[in-house]
């Protein structure tokens, strides 16, 4: 090849990329296209989502998990005291026909005590919450939502970019739009069978399929794990993407990240002063952005931490849930 024609292979290969590069960034909806955002909820009686119905009332929610699971797991946690379910594919198995299977055990196994079809549930994915990894695998997200579940935990959420391209994901191109956000890109089919989890028809579904309290009328809740340093940075702005409803701190990654290999040092742990701070730092960004802090609770710390400002326990079928809600004077079912 000619110095000549290597220079141009040089110039176009420069071209092609800058161009894709353009092309994989966010294009603003066309305003005149969408729908203004409902101001409030044009809905009556129950959420589909009971997390949404208690934290109207200002109420905390304790949560259980599982790691996998199918159609017998599913038929079991339908009784579940737990407000919401975690199923957890991060470490666990990346399974989407076993989590339909969950979807449909929950569903046949109902309803649940309070009136719901079933109780929430939302799903961690083995992705790394960067820019680079969300735009190559939003696929999982949409997968994840086509199975009828309520909303996504975002691990090592580390850049507000990274958030935005998860609600995006998982937005409808059709849905109202909203300052910050680019036109969504979940696509047709995806309603068929989360429609059928959600007991409402594929037009309701594709109506109300979007985040809470971004839009009233939504019925997704999406958080962000905030679990190691380069997270902690841009948490203040990350939390604040709109469609973010909750956030945790991680402290068994940030432990990893701070502390080193466990086993290797003594003492301090979660009450090490680096760890206190950036659990502090999590909780402060959340409370000046309004969204939800999610923290680990026992029996002992329930009501402190609910004191604190903890609106999401683990523990959802343990006494320390009991506790709490009995702290909190809850009167609803559970």
Same mark, same amino acid.
């Given at each position: ?13 420069? #071209?092609?990329?800058? @161009? ?15 729908? !203004?955002? +409902? ?12 997390? @949404?119905?208690?934290? %109207? ?40 026909? !076993?989590?339909? /299977? ?8 109902? +309803? ?10 939302? #799903? ?29 935990? %975002? =691990?090592?959420? /580390?850049?507000? /970019? ?45 109506? @109300?399929?979007? +985040? ?7 019925? %997704?809740?999406?958080? %962000? ?15 604040? #993407? ?5 956030? /945790? ?47 680990? =609770?026992? !029996? ?9 400002? #903890?609106? @999401? =326990? ?21």
């Amino acid at each position: 090849m000619s110095t000549r024609m290597a220079r141009l292979v040089g110039v176009a290969a420069v #071209v092609l990329t800058v @161009i894709s590069a353009r092309a994989q960034q966010a294009v603003p909806p066309d305003n005149a296209a969408l729908p !203004e955002m +409902p101001k409030q909820t044009t809905r009556t009686g129950k959420h589909v989502n009971r997390v @949404i119905d208690m934290w %109207l009332k200002n109420q905390p929610v304790y949560y259980a998990q599982t790691s996998g699971g199918g159609y017998e797991d599913g038929k079991r946690l339908a009784a579940t005291k737990a407000d919401y379910i975690t199923y957890e594919m991060e470490h666990g198995p990346l399974d989407f026909k !076993e989590l339909r /299977e969950f979807m449909r055990g929950l569903v046949d196994a109902g +309803p649940t005590r309070t009136g719901h079809k079933t109780p929430p549930v939302i #799903v961690t994915l083995p992705i790394s919450g960067t820019t680079d990894a969300l735009r190559a695998n939003a696929w999982m997200i949409q997968q994840a939502l086509a199975t009828g579940v309520h909303g996504i935990l %975002l =691990c090592n959420a /580390e850049s507000p /970019e990274a958030a935005r391209l998860m609600i995006e994901a998982a937005r409808y191109p059709f849905a109202p739009r909203v300052d910050g956000l680019a036109q969504g890109t979940r696509g047709n089919g995806s309603q068929a069978y989360a429609s059928q989890m959600w007991g409402v028809t594929a037009a309701e579904y594709m109506r @109300i399929a979007d +985040p809470w309290p971004l839009n009233p009328d939504g019925e %997704l809740l999406f958080g %962000l794990k905030i679990e190691n340093p380069r997270a902690d940075a841009n948490v203040e702005t990350s939390v604040r #993407v709109p469609g973010i409803a909750f956030a /945790e701190w991680g402290p068994g990654d940030h432990g990893f990240f701070l502390l080193g290999r466990p086993g290797t040092y003594q003492g301090g742990g979660e009450a090490s002063p680096q760890m206190a701070a950036v659990r502090r730092r999590v909780l402060n960004a959340t409370k000046a952005a309004g969204v939800k802090f999610l923290n680990a =609770c026992n !029996e002992t710390t329930v009501v402190d931490q609910l004191k604190e400002g #903890v609106m @999401i =326990c683990t523990g959802g079928d343990s006494p320390a849930a009991d506790k709490g809600r009995a702290f909190t004077k809850r009167t609803d079912p559970w």
